[in-house]
């Protein structure tokens, strides 16, 4: 078992890190902080989850949010998908192992992975509204949202989503109001088989590989870790029992990293596109200088006369 | 009366001294500043989300989310009222046998060489490159603007659909604007063009310097 965090005093306990431990700030230059936080991470080991949807039910407690009742379509899958007030959601799969002929019941806890290089910060046009702490969470600042869904088309991961009651982008927070003070994330808190823990990333690629050396021990040879580096890595990860196979956990992305459209709008475009702005007006200015005003002569009013007059 | 293809409805000459042409009607010119305003706040608004520099220019809206909101909206005026200048010009933008050596001209076009050019319609090749510009790239906008507008449209785009339709919006949004200085730079380069969006008026002398043939037909026309 790993070793659970301890309840909190009934103390207030001043907040670990805040703005001044930012490493990034959308649409904004800021220094990155000095120095960095140690890196947490949530590990969700998918062959502990009961699918009990407890993690869900924390999320919405600990967030005051409120889910819609929705309607049953002969899934387990419920809401159906992540919403602006589901941030996180179970998502099962049935699989049909080719090789033990074993129907397997793969339950993965979808949200927010808290990519190292986050694409839907990358997208953000608005200044703050988007930032990475030193430790690695992204967190969405809703007061500087203006809720274009850019970060929607910037995640590799399909999982900011849009409010169409105040407009503004909602995702998974990894609890950052829990983990400034101590805590780890409500779903953590709320797991009752420890599918999900939390820690330092390093102690979490530790547990992870005890998990995948327990999990080969018993004929799953495939597992390990998702921690994709096409991101840089996520500061949410998963133990899978078929590490080679993503998508067969409700099309989990194979090697995930920022779309080249959108680092093709966010780079190239964005400068060029001024530039050549820039040189159209420039030319402009330059032909002028160079080439004066092209002025009506005399003439050419005296022609229209002749003409006017030849033929009228 | 025969007129020719590039004489548009309300176009006149009134013989003078000097002489004055009309060569746009109020509706024409109304139409003009209403596409024109739509377009300036387009890109104040697009601009503002296109790089992070310029987001100060949110606030000329309220806010960013204002911004957001009522940027397509105006895309949609803009549309419209786009389509009302392309029903009065399209014809007289078709492209013609001498817009052709006028292009191949255009050195002498830009240093002020007008003599050595073919006489031109009512609008000259350059003229011409920018309305059907205009065309295509508001057409490009619109349909690129619907599969982003997310408010309203997101669920009938996928997302690898949206990143592709944001590209293209921003590449076309680029375009239109380095167009935009093209015609507004041209407007005040050659001297007596802004009276025609104005008064809707222009002087004999700069339709005999700038599109002669125009001039002709109208005089002729006029005959018959």
Redesign the interface.
Known sequence: MFQPIANPTTKPVAPKFGDKDLIRRSASNITPAAQRQPEVAKLIDVSKCIGCKACQVACLEWNNLVEEVGINVGVYDNPHDLTPNTWTLMRYSEYQNPESGNLEWLIRKDGCMHCEDPGCLKACPAPGAIVQYSNGIVDFVHDNCIGCGYCVKGCPFNIPRISKVDNKAYKCSLCVDRVAVGQGPACQKACPTQAIVFGTKDEMKKWADFRIKDLKSRGFKNAGLYDPPGVSGTHVMYVLQHADKPQIYANLANNPSISPVVEIWKGVTKYAGLAAMGAFVAIGFLHHIIAGPNRVSAEDEKNAEKLTEGKA | MTTAYDVERGDQ?H?G???TVDRYTTGARINHWITATCLILLALSGL?????SL?FL?GLFG???N???IHPWIGVVLFFSFAGLFIRFWKANLWRREDGTWMARLHDV???N?EKLPEVGKYNAGQKVVFWSMSILIITLIVSGFV?W??YF?EYST??Q???A??VH??A??AI??VW??HV?AA?????TIGAMTRGKV???????HHRKW??EL??G??A
């Open positions: 000459v013989p001294n000097p002489v503002a989300l296109f790089h992070p987001f949110t806010d960013g989310q911004t957001r909101a830009l240093t002020g007008e982003i997310d408010q997101s997302i690898p949206k990143r592709v944001v590209l921003a590449l949004a680029v604007i380095c200085i093209v730079y005040i380069w050659v001297r007596g002087t004999g002398g700069w339709a005999w310097r001039l002709r005089v002729g006029k005959k």
